[in-house]
Nanobody, 113 residues
Framework: QVQLVESGGGLVQAGGSLRLSCAAS????????MGWYRQAPGKQRELVAL??????NYADSVKGRFAISRDNAKNTVYLQMNSLKPEDTAVYYC????????WGQGTQVTVSS
C-alpha cells in the first residue's frame, strides 16, 4: 500500500512563491513516476508536472515558473512554484504511478491578485 502526504499549500499574493512537498511511504521505487496535478473549481484535474524514468513533463501554463524535483532517498517529490498567478489557484494533488495510480489528499493553493 502506498500513501502520499502533501504539505506546503497556502495563500500567497500574485508574483509570490510556494513550495509543495509530497512524502511517499510504502512500496516505492525510484522508477515510479511521481508528480503533481491540480484541480480548480468547476474544472477537470490537469497535469502540472511529472517526473518519469525518462524525463520531466510540464504543463505549458507553468513552464518557466514551476520546477519539480525528487529526492529518492526520502521518497519525496517537490514542486517549487514561482511567479504565481491567480489562475494557479487550485487544489494540488500529488500522484504516484505504481501498480495503480495513487493520489494524495490534496493541498489548497490560493493566489490573490
Amino acid at each position: 500500500q502506498v500513501q502520499l502526504v502533501e504539505s506546503g499549500g497556502g495563500l500567497v499574493q500574485a508574483g509570490g512563491s510556494l513550495r509543495l512537498s509530497c512524502a511517499a511511504s510504502g512500496s516505492i521505487f525510484s522508477s515510479n513516476a511521481m508528480g503533481w496535478y491540480r484541480q480548480a473549481p468547476g474544472k477537470q484535474r490537469e497535469l502540472v508536472a511529472l517526473i518519469t524514468s525518462v524525463g520531466i513533463n510540464y504543463a505549458d501554463s507553468v513552464k518557466g515558473r514551476f520546477a519539480i524535483s525528487r529526492d529518492n532517498a526520502k521518497n519525496t517529490v517537490y514542486l517549487q512554484m514561482n511567479s504565481l498567478k491567480p489562475e494557479d489557484t487550485a487544489v494540488y494533488y500529488c500522484y504516484l504511478n505504481g501498480k495503480r495510480g495513487y493520489w494524495g489528499q490534496g493541498t489548497q493553493v490560493t493566489v490573490s491578485s
